[in-house]
């Protein structure tokens, strides 16, 4: 089970840490990430980190922006979001594990129910 926290409204160029906790069994075999959806669209891949933290990857558009941390003792996902655009407003969901197919990552088992982030101007 997967739930996040952290979301809420921030203003435009302002910071958000997302969490994302894990109950019920151990992440730490796990290839997690972030992904976020604004009603109407589809749900789109924000960033992952591999098992131990050693790699992480970033979708073009929060590239430099975002940082995704775990820390595998606690069971625990986070996701730092720095200087926030109007365009980051969604609902934004954690993933385990998640799979690359090319250039498209999806999450394929768990999922939390989200947690809204609103970037006001």
């Known amino acids: 089970l997967l739930e996040e926290s952290g979301g809420g409204t921030v203003q435009v160029g302002g910071s958000l840490r997302l969490s994302c906790a894990a109950s019920?069994?151990?992440?730490?075999?796990?290839?997690m990430g972030w992904f976020r959806q604004v009603p109407g669209k589809e749900r789109e891949f924000v960033a992952a980190?591999?098992?131990?933290?050693?790699?992480?990857y970033y979708a073009d558009s929060v590239k430099g922006r975002f940082t995704i941390s775990r820390d595998n003792a606690n069971n625990t996902l986070d996701l730092q979001m720095n200087t926030l655009q109007s365009d980051d407003t969604a609902v934004y969901y954690c993933?385990?594990?998640?799979?690359?197919?090319?250039?498209?990552?999806?999450?394929?088992?768990?999922w939390g129910k989200g947690t809204l982030v609103t970037v006001s101007s």
């Open positions: 993933a385990a594990p998640v799979v690359r197919y090319g250039t498209t990552w999806r999450g394929v088992e768990y």
């Open positions: 019920g069994r151990s992440i730490d075999s796990y290839r």
């Open positions: 980190i591999s098992w131990n933290g050693g790699s992480s």
